[in-house]
């Protein structure tokens, strides 16, 4: 399955004047969790994710919050998932001992089953909530700088835990995406395929085959684990609507697969 990820929109709110992923999250936050208005701006979100071919998403924080989400937006949500044939492979947000309850209570409620996010936190605070509620925590790399330092955090939570694959993020580190994959191996939950431009920071993202991942080799990579899961499109640039580039790197992704 082919996913989109909502944070592909993470500097819309911004008019894509974006200083920084806090600047577009605050500012997204602030967009969707008015009650009043949710409705309006969720349908014109996912309508725009239906429009470019899309049958799934990971549906992120900022657009329904684990920490102002109330059941009316969960309702309005689930409405209009419905409404726009388009299912949630994941609840993207990051988590910690403080929202992890509230947070898988939303994951359950969009039909997911997977949280593919980071997390703070000691491990074994939050698997008994994943256990609880049925839902497993796929931890997407960031800050490692190699899959052991995410292994090693899988072997802390147990088995509720598994990874989530950023590999724009493995770019951004140094790590070649193909070769992680391989070394995650069975423990890959989840797959966000992203290019960036160049090593280390700015972590900035760009179209499949513009930047430094080789993610013809990470989708071939997938292919040899036997890897039957969501895999997501994402490219979050802070200076431009992302929406020709995006849809373009699906059929190509399904070129691919095919």
């Not at 797959?191 to 430094?212: I, N, Q, S, Y």
């Not at 899961?229 to 200076?239: L, S």
Request: aromatic share 8%.
């Amino acid at each position: 399955m082919i996913s989109f990820t909502t944070a592909n929109f993470v500097a819309r709110e911004v008019g894509y004047a974006m200083h920084g992923w806090g600047h577009g999250d605050r500012a997204t936050n602030e967009a969707f969790a008015p009650l009043a208005t949710y409705a309006e701006k969720l349908d014109e979100l996912l309508g725009d994710v239906a429009a470019l071919g899309f049958g799934a998403v990971d549906l992120w924080g900022a657009h329904l919050g684990a920490d102002w989400a109330t059941d009316e937006h969960v309702e309005i949500a689930v409405d209009t998932l419905r409404r726009h044939g388009l299912t949630v492979t994941t609840y993207a947000t990051w988590v910690g001992p403080s929202n992890i309850d509230r947070a898988c209570e939303l994951t359950v409620a969009l039909g997911a089953s997977i949280i593919g996010a980071g997390f703070s936190g000691d491990p074994q605070q939050l698997a008994p909530a994943l256990a609880r509620h049925g839902v497993r925590l796929g931890v997407e790399n960031h800050p490692e700088k190699t899959p052991a330092e995410v292994l090693a955090k899988i072997a802390a939570g147990g088995e509720m835990f598994g990874a989530t694959v950023d590999t724009g993020w493995w770019g951004t580190q140094g790590y070649d995406a193909a070769r992680a994959i391989e070394e995650l191996g069975d423990h890959v939950l989840h797959v966000h395929l992203k290019d960036v431009l160049a090593f280390d920071e700015p972590h900035e993202t760009c179209r499949w085959g513009e930047g430094m991942v080789p993610i013809e080799e990470c989708v071939r990579a997938l292919q040899g684990l036997g890897y039957t899961g969501a895999v997501t499109v994402e490219h979050e640039p802070e200076t431009f609507d992302p929406t020709e580039d995006v849809r373009a790197m699906r059929e190509q992704l399904e070129g691919w697969l095919a």
